[in-house]
């Protein structure tokens, strides 16, 4: 078969109500297509005019160089969704990446989600000090400077707040944007002191099995850590996405949990203690604990489940009318490697597998990309993650059978958007 | 051997004047030590102090949530290196990466390096129009809007200035930090169109083999581009590192071509003329063209060369007395992936394998640690790269004596820095 009738056979759809091949755009960036082959994309606003006339920004130099640069006016717009903090409290809540604004895998530190307690501490890094004491043989207390002259590692890895994607469970479906359903997700480059290295430093007792981590805001927000995970892939992040981590992700030095729920990455570290039990903090009985349907909780569930969530076609962002679309999204598992993403366009009938953008990593957020040709009709589009372990992404249901409707934590199911005629994309359950 | 054989082993000298195996951090986290075993580390800045009394910051709720966050007002101090512009010029000149105060592969997009020629165009993306004309069956204008309904690809590349580390060939070192004499380099992740899409769209003429790309900047930026590379690799890029490029990098739409010098990936795109042969513009025959001992010139050099820098320690990062140290820096090639760094810390006489950080990407940064115990006295630390071609980065010497002292672009020779008795440390011929 040559290259051309393999491109004519990607035209032919996979799966129902329009889902093209993957590979329709990744042969050769369709360079081996004849002219026109394609037809359907120029249909677009793409125009056969007259050149553009020369703009006004052509017409004189332009603005100078900085030290530290700004966006573009023009992106204003492109902000996260800050929550109304409840009343009576003060700097607590969050904030939600706007996924449907962004593409690749990487959230720019600006925009990474935010989920606070107490607010936003002012940390002076020279002042700032992280004590390891407990169950050691050598109390240590650390500078930022000290901290600096350890050897680092970099992860290209995600942050998902335990409580993301709350609205799937409520009866109806929810109506907002998809950073606003599930933007309590982010994924950075993080660069950081391996935290085993510095629990040898103190020589970590035979006893000790798990470590109190408390942050330096004003909640002193604490969490308990298995040892094992500490000395797994726990990271003492110094840097996010190449500079210093933004005061909002725990600058100068946070804990970070590769896969784990967000609120167990302590931001603002500043003590360690090893103990032999869980601590049982405030942070992990009365939060972050999952009430089922019996009545017994669910304690320290810290891995995030495999799951995905498509942004583009998303609430807010118009279809044009019929045509071609790619269809795109994120998928993300804390157990480790995003294995295969299927895509519907047709409610669950029918599914066809996505292209994954490498270099797929683990613990990482995926981007995936299938083309889809939409034919002005109705139509409920969703996504479908499966693991390196296997573990394929429950539906809503399947979630709720498990359950119930009263945890608040570890929303992993399938949420559809229905695409309308009128061209308008709303949430809906599926 | 068991493991903690191994890890003793990994404390004897790999190469001279102190060099210790990429193993030393690597192996679980230094969780598989014994207690106290690296010991070294203790004597830092580290104290068995009582436990630090609780910080201001902690005793009042901290700042809110925000819509697009901002660095903490520590760093400020980290900035780009503005050169300042020639005399009689207005918004032309370079800034450069602070390298030596970034960690990891990503280079924040506020801290990339700039190259302007007339400053930069304040464009609004509803007005900007891109032309695809020449020898093509249907010329095409793109909106924005048309654009964004394309589909995408993401890559995390490096731009590299073809100027920088110009310095190198200076007859005397010059002072300077890592980012002034290398910092016309930095790394993203690029998300846009495959440019052979686009072309497809137009329908390039069998005789068009070279492509005029031309930016909407004041000085209407033109560069010759092979058809061959743009039908390759060559995007269309519109996201860098998650959201809308920066102004500075070419928003709304740059030509992104991987592995090549920086300024043939012409900012603010806004023409595209399919040709028979390059156009020989000023900007690739008064510049981008290397002047060799001959008298001849060297033109259309794309690809930029394998090379490497060490970014830590380096000059103004001040050492702090003889002890445990991670030589860390930064490799990449126009050519692939790095399949290998060595570090010297005698001056060149012997030689040892970094480690290199995951991901290891075509055309990307790669991030090299390996750790260094420094004895206080006088050391010449240098890198040295293997693409996976199996090209070596040269020596400053054989460098000089392929093309001379009057070439200024694509200098990738191997520089020192001399780390001095006093904690100082700076540049050196090696």
């Given at each position: 078969m040559s290259q051309n009738q393999q491109i004519t056979s990607t035209l032919e759809p996979v799966a129902g109500n329009g889902l093209l091949h993957r590979r329709l755009f990744l042969t050769g960036g369709a360079a081996t297509l004849g002219a026109g082959a394609l037809g359907l994309l120029t249909a677009r606003h793409v125009t056969a005019a007259p050149p553009p006339e020369v703009p006004e920004w052509m017409k004189a130099p332009g603005a100078p160089l900085s030290g530290y640069g700004r966006r573009s006016r023009f992106e204003a717009g492109v902000q996260r969704y800050v929550a109304t903090p409840a009343a009576g409290t003060t700097g607590a809540g969050a904030s939600r990446t706007p996924l449907e604004r962004l593409n690749g895998m990487i959230t720019p530190n600006a925009l990474h989600f935010e989920r606070h307690h107490s607010g936003i501490p002012d940390i002076d890094p020279e002042q700032h000090r992280l004590l390891i004491h407990g169950l050691v043989e050598r109390p240590l207390v650390f500078s930022m400077d000290a901290l600096h002259r350890y050897p680092m590692v970099s992860r290209i890895q995600f942050l998902e707040c335990s409580g993301n994607s709350r609205t799937i469970i409520a009866a109806a479906p929810q109506s907002g944007t998809c950073g606003q359903l599930h933007g309590l997700l982010s994924c950075s480059e993080w660069t950081g002191i391996p935290l085993g290295v510095l629990l040898e430093e103190a020589g970590v007792d035979p006893q000790g099995r798990w470590l109190l981590m408390e942050g330096a805001d004003a909640a002193a927000m604490t969490r308990s850590v298995p040892l094992a995970k500490a000395m797994d892939d726990a990271l003492l992040a110094i840097y996010q996405n190449g500079e210093a981590l933004r005061p909002e992700q725990g600058y100068p030095v946070r804990l970070f949990?590769?896969?784990?729920?967000?609120?167990?990455?302590?931001?603002?570290?500043?003590?360690?203690?090893?103990?032999?039990?869980?601590?049982m903090t405030r942070d992990e009985t009365s939060k972050y604990t999952d009430l089922l349907p019996d009545g017994r909780s669910l304690m320290f569930t810290f891995e995030m489940g495999v799951k995905s969530v498509i942004t583009s076609p998303s609430p807010g962002l118009a279809m044009q009318g019929p045509g071609l679309y790619e269809i795109s999204g994120l998928a993300w598992s804390g157990a480790g490697r995003i294995r295969r993403v299927?895509?519907?366009?047709?409610?669950?009938?029918?599914?066809?597998?996505?292209?994954?953008?490498?270099?797929?990593?683990?613990?990482?957020?995926?981007?995936?990309?299938?083309p889809w040709r939409w034919d002005g009709g109705s139509a409920v589009i969703m996504s479908r993650a499966v693991d390196e372990t296997g573990t394929v992404q429950p539906t809503r249901e399947a979630?709720?059978?498990?359950?119930?409707?009263?945890?608040?934590?570890?929303?992993?199911?399938?949420?559809?958007?229905?695409?309308?005629?009128?061209?308008?994309?709303?949430?809906?359950?599926?």
């Amino acid at each position: 078969m040559s290259q051309n009738q393999q491109i004519t056979s990607t035209l032919e759809p996979v799966a129902g109500n329009g889902l093209l091949h993957r590979r329709l755009f990744l042969t050769g960036g369709a360079a081996t297509l004849g002219a026109g082959a394609l037809g359907l994309l120029t249909a677009r606003h793409v125009t056969a005019a007259p050149p553009p006339e020369v703009p006004e920004w052509m017409k004189a130099p332009g603005a100078p160089l900085s030290g530290y640069g700004r966006r573009s006016r023009f992106e204003a717009g492109v902000q996260r969704y800050v929550a109304t903090p409840a009343a009576g409290t003060t700097g607590a809540g969050a904030s939600r990446t706007p996924l449907e604004r962004l593409n690749g895998m990487i959230t720019p530190n600006a925009l990474h989600f935010e989920r606070h307690h107490s607010g936003i501490p002012d940390i002076d890094p020279e002042q700032h000090r992280l004590l390891i004491h407990g169950l050691v043989e050598r109390p240590l207390v650390f500078s930022m400077d000290a901290l600096h002259r350890y050897p680092m590692v970099s992860r290209i890895q995600f942050l998902e707040c335990s409580g993301n994607s709350r609205t799937i469970i409520a009866a109806a479906p929810q109506s907002g944007t998809c950073g606003q359903l599930h933007g309590l997700l982010s994924c950075s480059e993080w660069t950081g002191i391996p935290l085993g290295v510095l629990l040898e430093e103190a020589g970590v007792d035979p006893q000790g099995r798990w470590l109190l981590m408390e942050g330096a805001d004003a909640a002193a927000m604490t969490r308990s850590v298995p040892l094992a995970k500490a000395m797994d892939d726990a990271l003492l992040a110094i840097y996010q996405n190449g500079e210093a981590l933004r005061p909002e992700q725990g600058y100068p030095v946070r804990l970070f949990l590769p896969g784990w729920e967000g609120n167990i990455s302590v931001k603002w570290l500043r003590r360690i203690a090893v103990t032999r039990e869980p601590t049982m903090t405030r942070d992990e009985t009365s939060k972050y604990t999952d009430l089922l349907p019996d009545g017994r909780s669910l304690m320290f569930t810290f891995e995030m489940g495999v799951k995905s969530v498509i942004t583009s076609p998303s609430p807010g962002l118009a279809m044009q009318g019929p045509g071609l679309y790619e269809i795109s999204g994120l998928a993300w598992s804390g157990a480790g490697r995003i294995r295969r993403v299927e895509i519907s366009a047709d409610g669950g009938e029918s599914w066809a597998e996505a292209a994954l953008t490498e270099p797929v990593l683990s613990k990482a957020l995926t981007r995936f990309r299938l083309p889809w040709r939409w034919d002005g009709g109705s139509a409920v589009i969703m996504s479908r993650a499966v693991d390196e372990t296997g573990t394929v992404q429950p539906t809503r249901e399947a979630l709720i059978a498990e359950k119930g409707t009263r945890f608040a934590y570890h929303i992993n199911g399938i949420e559809g958007w229905q695409v309308a005629a009128n061209n308008e994309v709303t949430n809906v359950h599926v």
